[in-house]
């Protein structure tokens, strides 16, 4: 099964319809270029401040259950085991994976010092544990018909909203993976990512039992990590489009690796969640500039 491809317009592996993200724009606005493969524009030259760049940011999410029988009705242990190998990735600390970066690559490995935590309270202020439950009957398809009813997109300025339900082919086999939508060139009321429940969980973090329906290629949780970078700024992919993948590995112009290199990257396509290990420090950059100075200003928590 493949990760799917998000695009200006386009779609995910041609199944998923994932509204871009205009990171060329922002970055060109913020010096860094205006999205061509010159060298020139390895420099990322993003307005991050040193207090900013150490900061953690813990990012509030809901995630919305969308259910039509018990296997879809997934645990409260799934989730939790989902954010748990999302945090360990984007703070650098699925050390065994790492160890296997080659050496050449292990300088640009990146702590994005992004957290994310479910959220305490819902948007009119009374306790919660950011997880709804909402029987639906039909496939996730990235329609985003889900987002309004009772499984309601919650404010996206404060919180990220994660749909998790089934979608299938006829013979029960994945039809897709995730997509993820945000950005100004996207409906606000659509801001969120959706994910196929096989592939939300991890089972590093689990039990066994209480996650025996993840898909064995996907039993990592790096179908959300991988989306979560789009919905934070990370267009396109190492292998195609235009965005991350044409930046230094630390956002420097004189430095020799390219993001294109990275093989291991969360932002490769096409690949089992075996094969993807690290965000680049240029990656880390940009998702933070998202956060701090871009569309998602003012969601994380400081």
Not at 189 to 215: C, K, M
Request: hydrophobic share 35%.
């Amino acid at each position: 099964m493949n990760r799917a491809v998000m695009n200006c317009h386009g779609q995910r592996s041609g199944l998923l319809r994932a509204t871009g993200l205009l990171l060329a724009a922002l970055l060109s606005a913020c010096g860094g270029g205006s999205g061509s493969s010159s060298s020139s524009n390895n420099d990322l030259q993003l307005p991050l401040s040193a207090e900013q760049r150490q900061a953690v940011l813990r990012l509030p999410v809901v995630v919305h259950v969308l259910y039509r029988d018990e296997q879809t009705n997934i645990s409260d242990e799934q989730i939790q085991s989902q954010l748990a190998a999302t945090n360990q990735h984007l703070r650098a600390l699925n050390s065994a994976e790492l160890a296997t970066v080659p050496e050449v690559y292990q300088p640009y490995i990146a702590d994005a010092r992004i957290e994310l935590v479910l959220a305490d309270q819902d948007p009119q202020g009374q306790p919660s544990t950011g997880i709804t439950r909402t029987p639906y009957p039909d496939p996730v398809d990235g329609s985003c018909d889900y987002c309004t009813g009772t499984a309601a997109q919650w404010d996206p300025s404060r919180y990220i909203n994660i749909w998790v339900g089934e979608y299938s082919t006829r013979t029960g086999r994945l039809a897709a993976l995730g997509s993820a939508v945000a950005g100004p060139s996207s409906a606000r009321e659509q801001w969120g990512i959706t994910l196929e429940y096989r592939v939300f969980g991890s089972l590093e973090y689990g039990e066994p039992e209480a996650l025996g329906w993840l898909h064995e290629d996907y039993a990592q949780g790096k179908t959300l990590t991988h989306e979560l970078g789009h919905y934070l700024g990370l267009l396109g992919h190492i292998q195609l489009g235009e965005g991350h993948r044409l930046y230094s590995c630390d956002g420097l112009p004189d430095t020799s690796c390219s993001n294109s290199e990275l093989t291991m990257s969360f932002m490769r396509t096409l690949q089992p969640d075996a094969e993807l290990k690290m965000f680049s420090r240029s990656q880390a950059d940009i998702m933070r500039h998202t956060l701090l100075n871009g569309y998602l200003q003012g969601l994380a928590q400081l």
